[in-house]
Nanobody
């Protein structure tokens, strides 16, 4: 059974940095592409960024480009989201998700992913 567990959320001030982690209990973590999504209260879940199974490519939504960086450590089954220059509009519950590399669905769409974590809250105060 696949489990994803996010951690690292919290309350920060605008301009601060924070790193989220996503620990995966997947036997072959390295064959899964991974994504980060976020959901603000009353809004739909939105794509933040993703990383291919090898870690060779990353993609980000425009609003976080240049501020957020996704990385992965396949040896330790963990993905990270480094967030810099945080803004109040980054406030949301952040979710990590996994999909087998054999999937052909677009990585920017939530329905592509097979597995989800429970989410971690990030609150950025102004």
């Amino acid at each position: 059974q696949v489990q994803l567990v996010e951690s690292g959320g919290g309350l920060v001030q605008a301009g601060d940095s924070l790193r989220l982690s996503c620990a995966a209990s997947i036997r072959t973590f390295s064959v899964y592409a991974m994504g980060w999504f976020r959901q603000a209260p009353g809004k739909e879940r939105k794509f933040v960024g993703c990383i291919t199974w090898s870690g060779g490519n990353t993609y980000y939504t425009n609003s976080v480009k240049g501020r957020f960086t996704i990385s992965r450590d396949n040896a330790n089954n963990t993905m990270y989201l480094q967030m810099n220059s945080l803004k109040p509009e980054d406030t949301a519950v952040y979710y990590c998700a996994a999909v087998n590399r054999g999937s052909s669905g677009p990585l920017v769409v939530p329905r592509t992913y097979d597995y989800w974590g429970q989410g971690t809250q990030l609150t950025v105060s102004s």
